[in-house]
């Protein structure tokens, strides 16, 4: 065995020969690929996989990752052999309730460019002749299909030979990592030792394991699954071809169906989870007997078998001649686990991976390697975006057994996770208790969504907005206009404690920073500067406010959904001479926002300094005293209206929020949560990170072209962007408003112009303030214009809508800076 190279690759499944084939394309060699059982078959969930690639997915990512790999392993062969059937697959409706939801999946087919259509019973069952005339239809997509993944695995590994770029080692046992001051510097094993600085974990349901060799937790949980294959069946009789039929998902039985030449195999979800401990998986020891399959469990599979017949009568009491329990991945939010580890340099993995995207994967994961960044954008699946909490054992297990569970169930966007909750919970959580408070979890934070206490403000603020859908009134109340109301026209306390707030302080800080983002932050003391992070490319890694607190001490504010990943962002970026610190300080802190055009006057009354515009103007920052507690106030609105952020110790939060209250009494002071929190910003035409912003989007396409600031010295991705202002975009992001007034749109809905596909819904809602519904997405630049006419594709229906100039309140920020 060589005892050097340029990256050890654990695991030689699908995802890890995927991102060796692709770190070959892109010129990599000197790869060393080692597996505990033998090549290629070794044992893992690669081994066994039932083989059935669907591409449509609420994901964009995860759709464009299985769109890629069906066409990849749709060209490769093994031995001259195909390894793979690009049938098309379809999702059938046995229910009323998900044929509606179908429309919905339909939509996200259309709008990702992945393909997709829906079909009627009797079009479904001229695809596959064997369906049940119950269904009530299908959604098809042509795209999907079948293979073998242990093949497809063992082809692509071929191919990087074939190019000198890697060797491969079967049956070999890692036996340890060493890290050296957080750093990679070998991988040992039982054939020797290998000096590398860079290790990928692809080891599937062993991944946790392996990660603990080098101090990494690998959050994912290992399940049983359990899948059969039918005698031969009559009605197949002389069938040649090993695939034919479209692959089938029957979800409202939580199941998926495949045909094989004469027989069909059957998988089932229909069960709880059967979680095994890491630890308890055997390593090879017979090779006849493969670590990662159990003993059948034939009462769990009998409803799957009863279901089987009802949807393909074909089945009905067919005996099984394969049957097979076999273990694969899951993590707490159903997502792949990707990227570097926060924790140690050079340790990075490839974990939780589906054959379904384990092309596109082992794609994103060399691009990320070679070049620093993917194509795609990375924030569901980077391993970065894990909160403490989220990486126990208890949580990950909890959560990983529930998406077991929802696999296929019908997932509303604004459904809340159930256990664990009341994880996280800010100083205000009595005062918000108090109010009734319906609360939505968010990275483990409990945070209101709207206040049923406030539902008496109706009869002040009527509901002006448009009837919705049974869908769009879900995890939804009027009580979210009234409070929008409230604000406009008085003030609205806010509990925004979750944003991640992280100082940057030492010598070095504004170097630092300076090097990271595309704004000048180099503004006097008090000063707020809103800007991107961009990556080398010029996309738009986060947006963020920085505050001057002092020449060498900054606060640095994020959203709290993705705040993990800004803090690995700047981490991974800083400067190594101890210059600089940086200091995670969200739970030390809480955080009012205090905002509407009374805000000012209620403020007024319980601090002495002066807040007026003239002594605390918009984006300054001031420390100061509400009563008997320091606060650093900041004057900045994500809602588009006078007010101020006011940042205080944790332990003194609830004081701070009972003064304010009792100050604000006479105003009509009202709590507010975050369902009128969205409605405001985006009348406003705010961004939102992960929404209308992220990697694959540059500033300049954007619309905050005005936060890049090029003269100010050299930054990651200046030149990028420098390039991307001469040569022009080719789209923008534009706000769209429904011309009918009492239509919806949700999010992820394809905008369109005729049967042309112009871009897809970034995001959406009803501005009750502006009287209409509001739309934010790309289209091409010729379709950006004022008055163009598009339209929104919302569950099969087509809206007349039209491109309108933003921000479409308040234009010249009289509301903010007044």
């Known amino acids: 065995m060589q005892d050097r190279a340029r990256i050890v690759v654990i695991g030689a499944g699908i995802a890890g020969t995927s991102t060796v084939y692709h770190l070959a394309q892109l010129g990599w060699k000197d790869i060393v690929v080692v597996d505990q059982g033998p090549l290629f078959k070794t044992g893992g969930s690669t081994s066994h996989a039932p083989g059935l690639l669907f591409v449509v997915n609420s994901s964009r990512t995860m759709a464009n990752f299985a769109k890629y790999t069906t066409a990849l392993d749709d060209s490769m062969k093994l031995n001259g052999e195909r390894i793979f059937w690009k049938t098309g697959g379809m999702e059938v409706a046995w229910t009323k309730e998900r044929w509606y939801d179908l429309k919905r999946k339909y939509a996200y087919g259309k709008s990702w460019g992945v393909g997709a259509e829906l079909l009627g019973p009797s079009e479904a069952r001229a695809k596959v002749p064997l369906l049940s005339e119950k269904i009530y239809g299908a959604m098809y997509s042509p795209n999907d299909g079948a ?54 974990c692809c080891a599937g349901i062993w991944g946790p394991l392996v990660g603990k060799m080098a101090g990494v937790t690998v959050p994912l949980y290992p399940m049983r699954h359990q899948y059969a294959v039918t005698e031969p069946l009559p009605e197949l009789k002389g069938e040649k071809e090993k695939v034919r039929h479209p692959i089938l998902r029957h979800q409202d039985e939580a199941m998926y169906f495949r045909q094989e030449f004469d027989s069909y195999l059957v998988g089932a979800y229909r069960h709880e989870p059967m979680l095994v401990e890491p630890e308890d998986i055997l390593e090879w020891k017979d090779s006849k007997v493969m670590p990662s399959v159990m003993d059948w469990a034939p009462s769990i599979f ?114 809340q996770m159930e256990n664990p909750r ?151 970026n800083a400067l190594r001479d101890g210059s600089v610190s940086i200091t995670d300080v969200t739970s030390s802190m809480f955080n009012i926002g205090l905002w509407g055009p009374k805000s000012r006057d209620v403020l007024k009354t319980v601090v002495d300094e002066d807040i007026s515009n003239d002594a605390f103007p918009y984006m300054t920052a001031k420390r100061m005293q509400i009563q008997e507690i320091p606060v650093l106030a900041i004057r900045i609105s994500y809602v588009g209206e006078l007010g101020w952020e006011i940042y205080g110790p944790a332990e003194l939060g609830l004081r701070a929020w009972d003064i304010l209250w009792k100050a604000g009494r006479w105003s009509g002071i009202t709590a507010v949560g975050g369902g009128a929190f969205e409605t405001l ?18 500033p300049y396409e954007a619309g905050i072209g005005f936060a890049v600031r090029p003269n100010k010295g050299d930054f990651i991705g200046r030149d990028a962007l420098a390039k991307i202002k001469k040569d022009g975009v080719k789209r923008k992001l534009v706000c769209i408003t429904m011309d009918e007034p009492n239509t919806l749109a949700m999010g992820k809905e394809p905008i369109l112009d005729g049967s042309k596909v112009l871009g897809y819904v970034t995001s959406a809602n009803y501005g009750y303030t502006v009287g209409k519904s509001i739309v934010y997405g790309y289209v091409p630049t010729e379709c950006a214009a004022e008055g163009t006419k598009v339209q929104i594709e919302h569950f099969k229906e087509i809206y007349p809508a039209t491109v309108t100039r933003e921000p479409l309140l308040d234009p010249e920020n009289l509301r903010l800076k007044g």
């Open 422 to 572: 009341n994880l996280r919970l800010t100083p205000f959580y009595p005062r918000l208790k108090e109010l009734d408070a319906e609360f939505f979890e968010g990275v483990g934070w409990e945070r209101p969504q709207w206040f049923k206490a406030n539902a008496k403000m109706l009869e002040q603020y009527p509901y002006n907005g448009p009837k919705r859908t049974e869908w769009q009134s879900r995890f939804w109340s009027p009580i979210i206009a009234a409070e929008h109301h409230a604000v406009r026209n008085g003030v609205g306390m806010f509990d925004i404690t979750p944003f991640t707030k992280i100082e940057v302080t030492g010598p070095g800080a504004l170097k630092f920073l300076q090097s990271i983002t595309s704004n000048n932050l180099d503004q006097p003391v008090g000063r707020i500067v809103y800007t991107a992070m961009p990556n080398h490319r010029g996309g738009i890694r986060a947006d963020l406010t920085i505050t001057r607190l002092s020449e060498d001490r900054f606060l640095v504010l994020t959203g709290g959904g993705m705040g993990m990943l800004d803090l690995f962002w700047l981490r991974k």
């Open 681 to 698: 910003r985006l009348e406003k035409g705010y961004r939102m990170w992960g929404s209308d912003i992220h990697t694959e989007y540059n």
């Open 147 to 200: 293979g073998y993944a242990h093949m497809v695995a063992e082809a692509l590994a071929l191919e990087a030979q074939k190019r000198g770029a890697a060797t491969f080692y079967g049956d070999t046992k890692v036996t340890g990592i060493e890290v050296v001051n957080g750093q990679v510097k070998a991988v040992n094993t039982d054939k020797g030792r290998i000096q590398t600085d860079i290790v990928l």
């Open 302 to 415: 009998e409803q799957g078998l009863r279901e089987s017949g009802e949807l393909l009568p074909a089945t009905k009491g067919k005996g099984l001649k394969f049957k097979l329990n076999g273990m694969f991945s899951f993590t707490a939010d159903g997502m792949p686990l990707m990227g570097e580890s926060p924790n140690v340099r050079g340790f990075w993995m490839a974990e939780a991976v589906w054959i379904t995207h384990a092309g596109g994967v082992g794609k994103a994961m060399a691009e990320w390697l070679v070049q620093g960044y993917p194509e795609l954008d990375m924030r569901e699946c980077d391993v970065a975006r894990f909160h403490p909490h989220a990486l126990t054992k208890s949580y990950v297990r909890t959560r990983s057994a529930q998406q077991f569970r929802e696999v296929y169930d019908i997932i509303h966007p604004g459904q």
